[in-house]
């Protein structure tokens, strides 16, 4: 890939290359996707090797209530005869 830039889009745009000011504003925009991609694999990077805590990657876990009272009466205990 060809390294071009926004001057290049209109020095071939003003001499009506339509095919080169095409081929550099796809570069320019390649440029600017590889970029910000490069900055987000960071972060999530950072985000997953530095101890970040869950709730900052929104990955917090759900509360769990305790058994009932009712549950734990109604559960007989190994070795009795209830039938």
Not at 25 to 35: F, N
Not at 54 to 81: F, H, N, Q, W, Y
Request: glycine content about 10%.
């Amino acid at each position: 890939m060809s390294d071009y830039t926004p001057e290049d889009i209109v020095k071939y745009s003003l001499s009506g290359d339509g095919a080169r000011a095409k081929e550099a504003i796809q570069g320019v925009l390649a440029g600017k996707v590889m970029d910000s991609l490069e900055a987000k694999k960071a972060e999530v990077a950072q985000a997953m090797f530095n101890g970040v805590s869950d709730g900052a990657m929104g990955l917090d876990k759900p509360e769990v209530a305790g058994p009932s009272p009712r549950t734990e009466t109604d559960i007989p205990k190994t070795g009795t005869t209830e039938a």
